[in-house]
């Protein structure tokens, strides 16, 4: 029966063979209604199977991808041609030239250098062409941890993380996940920030320094991936200011979080550190790349009379990435703000500990936002959209697009009704789990098949 003091479903203290079966009845319910729908340890059964099943699909791949890989036609879609800059400047820096595509005559940055990092000690130990091996099968690889860290942070957050299964097809259905640019490596950075998120939320005195680092790397990915690292990490450090919850606190002022700041902090040092590192080595902040692309914007809108705002906004609506995904951005941004707003209302950490996977894609949301805010902006219409590995945070934040509206459509039975109604919130939780799990199953068809 329901314990309205307690807020939990408790065992029926019944004898006989028919109060064994009510009071297992009344467990299974109870699970269900906390999206439960086995007992815990069978869930780390099926959470490690899940994790080996996730690895295993990714060698599979990996396999069947190297074995149909094709040198003399490399180009598009096993690699793009700019994946051919990182290869060529990674091979010269592992020879000891410095950062050079030419051997030497001219020095660039115009690359994100955590990838270039990663792939440089390949051409250390092997020659060009197995190089190219190496990396295509360390690209499957880093997408399949992704979802496992991604799947790891929706167990830590209590979300139903059988309903990420679909995940991980869903990113191998993208060819430009595998164009030899940085977007493996952007898809596991995210992944490993997901998962610092929601370890910090449930300790936070442990986990901020992680997160922090992390948060701080999250730029080297991709410049532009700031904005997640700073919405995310300041999205859980006003959460622990308004909950007055964090152990660390100021000497003047009793509510305001000091350890939950450290995060922000490592967000912030990421870019200003990058930005010093291009301006002593190279003599501008920003890479040669992004500031080449900013002098064709600049002669675009010459061409055209001046910025217009008005006709750049409506031009960057037409980017198909930007007026199919952008009303999720604002979706995604809306629920943490509904969850929140009831979490506020709640006594129960744990309620607390189930806000950090919403942050999470909240994160990637914002991100979203902000480069159609900086396209709107600064970039010239012809320049929109054209580069499809831009946008790896959006195409994550659709692969979670359903099990998130799942766990706000529990979370949400279970705040409204769940205390007056427990076996029809129960009910109502299953259902949406199942139905969610239809949903993506719908949606996963293996691209290997």
Same mark, same amino acid.
């Given at each position: 029966?329901?314990?309205?003091?307690?807020?939990?479903?408790?065992?029926?203290?019944?004898a006989g063979p028919m109060g064994r079966w009510r009071a297992l009845a009344a467990r299974c319910l109870n699970m269900a209604a906390r999206g439960e729908v086995l007992p815990v340890a069978w869930q780390n059964a099926l959470f490690v199977l899940f994790i080996a099943g996730i690895l295993a699909y990714g060698a599979g791949f990996a396999w069947y991808m190297l074995a149909h890989f094709d040198l003399g036609n490399m180009i598009r879609p096993v690699n793009y041609d700019d994946a051919f800059y990182y290869y060529q400047i990674a091979y010269h820096l592992a020879e000891g030239r410095f950062s050079t595509f030419d051997g030497g005559i001219t020095r660039t940055n115009g690359y994100h250098p955590l990838w270039m990092f990663v792939i440089t000690p390949f @051409?250390?130990?092997?020659?060009?062409?197995?190089?190219?091996?190496?990396?295509k099968a360390l690209e499957i690889m880093l997408v399949a941890g992704a979802v496992a860290l991604l799947a790891g942070a929706a167990r830590l957050a209590r979300l139903p993380w059988?309903?990420?299964?679909?995940? /991980?097809?869903?990113?191998?259905?993208?060819?430009?996940?595998?164009?030899?640019? %940085?977007?493996?490596?952007? /898809?596991?950075?995210?992944? /490993?920030?997901?998962?610092?998120? =929601? /370890?910090?939320?449930?300790?936070?005195?442990?986990?901020?320094?992680?997160?922090?680092?992390?948060?701080?790397?999250?730029?080297?990915?991709?410049? %532009?991936?700031?904005?997640?690292?700073?919405?995310?990490?300041?999205?859980?450090?006003?959460?622990?200011?308004?909950?007055?919850?964090?152990?660390?606190r100021a000497p003047w002022n009793a509510g305001f979080p000091c350890i939950t700041i450290v995060p922000i902090v490592g967000a912030v040092a990421?870019?200003?550190?990058?930005?010093?590192?291009?301006?002593?080595?190279?003599?501008?902040?920003?890479?040669?790349?992004?500031?080449?692309?900013?002098?064709?914007?600049?002669?675009?809108?010459?061409?055209?009379?001046? @910025?217009?705002?008005?006709?750049?906004?409506?031009?960057?609506?037409?980017?198909?990435?930007?007026?199919? %995904?952008?009303?999720v951005s604002v979706e995604v941004c809306a629920y943490l703000l509904l969850v929140w707003w009831l979490v506020r209302r709640s %006594?129960?950490?744990?309620?607390?500990?189930?806000?950090?996977?919403?942050? =999470?894609?909240?994160?990637?949301?914002?991100?979203h936002l902000a480069m159609f805010a900086q396209n709107v902006l600064t970039v010239h219409p012809g320049l929109q959209g054209v580069f499809p590995w831009y946008f790896m945070p959006a195409h994550l934040m659709m692969a979670l697009i359903i099990p998130i509206r799942c766990y706000v459509a529990i979370y949400l039975v279970r705040r409204l009704i769940g205390s007056r109604w427990p076996y029809a919130a129960s009910g109502l939780n299953l259902s949406v789990i199942l139905v969610g799990t239809i949903l993506v199953l719908t949606r996963a068809d293996l691209p290997v098949a």
């Open positions: 029966m329901w314990d309205r003091d307690m807020n939990k479903m408790t065992t029926p203290d019944v @051409y250390w130990v092997l020659d060009k062409e197995a190089a190219l091996f190496g990396i059988v309903l990420l299964f679909a995940t /991980l097809p869903l990113l191998y259905k993208n060819v430009n996940v595998f164009s030899g640019m %940085e977007s493996a490596a952007a /898809l596991f950075m995210l992944g /490993l920030f997901s998962l610092c998120i =929601c /370890l910090c939320a449930r300790d936070t005195a442990r986990w901020r320094w992680a997160l922090a680092a992390v948060a701080f790397a999250l730029p080297w990915v991709r410049l %532009e991936y700031a904005a997640i690292s700073l919405a995310s990490t300041a999205v859980l450090y006003i959460i622990a200011w308004s909950r007055r919850v964090s152990p660390g990421g870019p200003m550190v990058y930005f010093a590192y291009n301006r002593l080595v190279f003599g501008g902040a920003l890479p040669v790349s992004g500031a080449f692309k900013q002098l064709l914007s600049q002669h675009g809108f010459e061409r055209a009379g001046g @910025y217009d705002f008005t006709q750049n906004f409506q031009d960057a609506l037409q980017v198909p990435v930007f007026s199919s %995904e952008l009303l %006594e129960d950490r744990q309620d607390w500990q189930r806000l950090a996977f919403p942050v =999470c894609v909240f994160g990637l949301g914002a991100g």
